[in-house]
DNA sequence: AGCCAGGACGGAT
DNA sequence: ATCCGTCCTGGC
């Protein structure tokens, strides 16, 4: 708890609705909704076969889902939606279309694999143990390169404390089945906040003036989600990069991730090591070798290959670890 | 005690 | 275009 934070208040949330949402096979549900590779965060949590998620709309409500594999898992996702007061249309159509993108349901996968069809270790491997996996942005542009900025030159678990205070001060709390999630921080009450609450409330050091410079940029509609997304890749890149905090790094991360380039690859350090290793069987090729390799192997598709390979290597050891069935329960019990 | 980590900036070359 | 010192914090 930082000194800034006020008290704690848990939203209240009712059930409001039941979104189905359906994708061509092959659609792999556990890979989809939950990414070995991510470290654990209040956004979400995972069942496997029940996944949770929030998300804030576009009109600001914050909502919570419990999500299930629709159709026995062959081919899409059945959402229950909770929300503090009932839904409007415009409300529910935009979370439809939300889930669409945040879990790849439109995304060509067969011409993927027909693509790389002819090599065997990514088919035979990486393909193999998570078919029909589709890459997942549940988070919108702004929301992702907050979170690649909590990233930047640091490791994983202070990048998790780091967004758990962020949730914690500028989210919403929320309880679902049992369970404490936060909505997203708001873009507002982000861009209302002092540069001292960030830095030294929520303890983001020089992020904290970064982190002004991103949520006034998305405030003031100076950068808007709909119009980067229309733009071509050279351009939203370029767009991006105006933000003071956002460099090559977190540009790619939201241009492959939130704008779902499937031949857009983020070459962190570890990420760079893991590509390096597959293609060249050492870890010590340069990102430039790595992309240029990827290119020439994954032609048009280096991002979505990459994704795999890394998803792959995380899966037996994953960042966020799937919770025990009942947990949730138990939790509640101790309250 | 000092060094560095899952980048970016600003300025110098 | 590329290189370097600096930036907060927490962990080793």
Partial sequence: MTPFSGPHRIIHLSPVDEIEVETKPPFNFLYSVWKPSHFPTLLERHFGEVAYRTFRLKSGLPVAIRMTPLHGGCC?????????????????????????????????????YEAVSSDRALV?????????????????????????????NTTAKRSGQMLAVLLETFGDSMLIDGQELYAFC???????????????????????????????????????????????????????????GVGPYSAHVALSSALQ?????????????????????????????????????????????????????????PASPLAEAGSAAGEERHR
């Avoid at 009932?86 to 939300?98: D, I």
């Avoid at 090591?273 to 597959?278: Q, T, W």
Wanted: aromatic letters at 10%; proline letters at 4%.
């Fill in 124 to 152: 035979g491997g990486p393909i193999a143990s998570l078919y029909g996996m589709r890459a997942s942005c549940p988070e919108t542009l702004f929301e992702i390169l907050v979170i690649s900025l909590v990233l930047q």
């Fill in 186 to 244: 708001d873009v507002n009450r982000l861009a209302a906040s002092s540069e001292r609450e960030l830095r030294e409330g929520c303890r983001l050091g020089y992020r904290a003036r970064y982190l002004q410079a991103i949520a006034e940029g998305f405030a003031r509609g100076v950068v808007d989600e709909d119009r980067v997304r229309r733009l071509p890749e050279a351009e939203a890149k370029v767009e991006l990069m105006r933000l003071k």
């Fill in 76 to 112: 899409g996702i059945r959402a229950q939606v909770f929300a503090p007061r009932p839904f409007t249309g415009a409300e529910r159509a935009y979370l439809s279309a939300r889930l669409r993108l945040a879990y790849g349901l439109d995304f060509p996968i067969k011409a993927f």
């Fill in 261 to 317: 380039n499937p031949n857009l690859v983020s070459l962190d350090v570890w990420n760079r090591k893991i590509l390096s290793r597959f293609l060249f069987g050492h870890p010590d090729a340069s990102a430039r070798e790595v992309v240029e390799a990827a290119e020439a192997r994954w032609n048009g598709f280096k991002g979505l290959a990459a994704l795999y390979i890394i998803e792959d290597l995380y899966r037996e050891t």
